[in-house]
Antibody, heavy 123, light 112 residues
Framework: QVHLVQSGSELKEPGASVKVSCKAS????????MHWVRQAPGQGLEWMGW????????TYAQGFKGRYVFSLDTSVTTAYLQINGLKAEDTAIYYC????????????????WGQGTLVTVSS | NFLLTQPHSVSASPGKTVTISCTRS????????VHWYQRRPGSAPTNVIN?????PSGVSARFSGSIDSSSNSASLTISGLTTEDEADYYC???????????FGGGTKVTVL
């Protein structure tokens, strides 16, 4: 069965960095694109971008360029989201989610989703 | 980029039917598939309809999707409402011009 298991909640001070992990199991990691999605408190879902799990190439959505870094460790089938220079407005739940269809076009529905990681930025 | 507009909330009694609309602001709704997700409180989203009308394995037949070109919108219909359907529902579509994904703002379904 396909699973995405994310790391636990984080509490960080403004200006710090955080790295969220997303461990995949139950499928061949490198033939499905991986997306990242944010949900801020009281807000809707926001696509942050995706990573080609075969090449490691990352594509970032507008508004997520600069402080956000997607990375991989294919040896442990894990994707990572790092956010640098944290701000209060980065407080949100961050989800990793696999592309629904094998192949790396990243143009299909999202399934399954990780359980989400709450990142809280506060002094 | 286009926008996907959903009603903020809909409600109905148990056993009734609700329909959630998702209207595309520019470009044809037919240009790209629309997908739907359910997010129950405290849980991650799950896909309930993909490619406009397809229901994934394990999703109740009470969920159905449709497209209406005349109103440039997609719809998610939930029939035979139960309390387990109380959740936020999001539509999603791909912007093939800007190579990005767009989500609707979400609709809260309340079972009265």
């Amino acid at each position: 069965q396909v699973h995405l298991v994310q790391s636990g909640s984080e509490l960080k001070e403004p200006g710090a960095s955080v790295k969220v992990s997303c461990k995949a199991s139950g499928y061949t990691f490198t033939i499905f694109a991986m997306h990242w999605v944010r949900q801020a408190p009281g807000q809707g879902l926001e696509w942050m971008g995706w990573v080609n799990t075969n090449t490691g190439d990352a594509t970032y959505a507008q508004g997520f360029k600069g402080r956000y870094v997607f990375s991989l460790d294919t040896s442990v089938t894990t994707a990572y989201l790092q956010i640098n220079g944290l701000k209060a407005e980065d407080t949100a739940i961050y989800y990793c989610v696999r592309d629904g269809v094998r192949g790396l076009a990243a143009v299909n529905w999202f399934d399954p989703w990780g359980q989400g990681t709450l990142v809280t930025v506060s002094s | 980029n286009f926008l996907l507009t959903q009603p903020h909330s809909v409600s109905a009694s148990p056993g009734k039917t609700v329909t959630i609309s998702c209207t595309r602001s520019s470009g044809s709704i037919d240009n790209n598939y629309v997908h739907w997700y359910q997010r129950r409180p405290g849980s991650a989203p799950t896909n309930v309809i993909n490619d406009d009308v397809k229901r994934p394995s394990g999703v109740s037949a009470r969920f159905s999707g449709s497209i209406d070109s005349s109103s440039n919108s997609a719809s998610l219909t939930i029939s035979g409402l139960t309390t387990e359907d109380e959740a936020d529902y999001y539509c999603q579509s791909y912007d093939s011009v800007n190579l990005s994904w767009v989500f609707g703002g979400g609709t809260k379904v309340t079972v009265l």
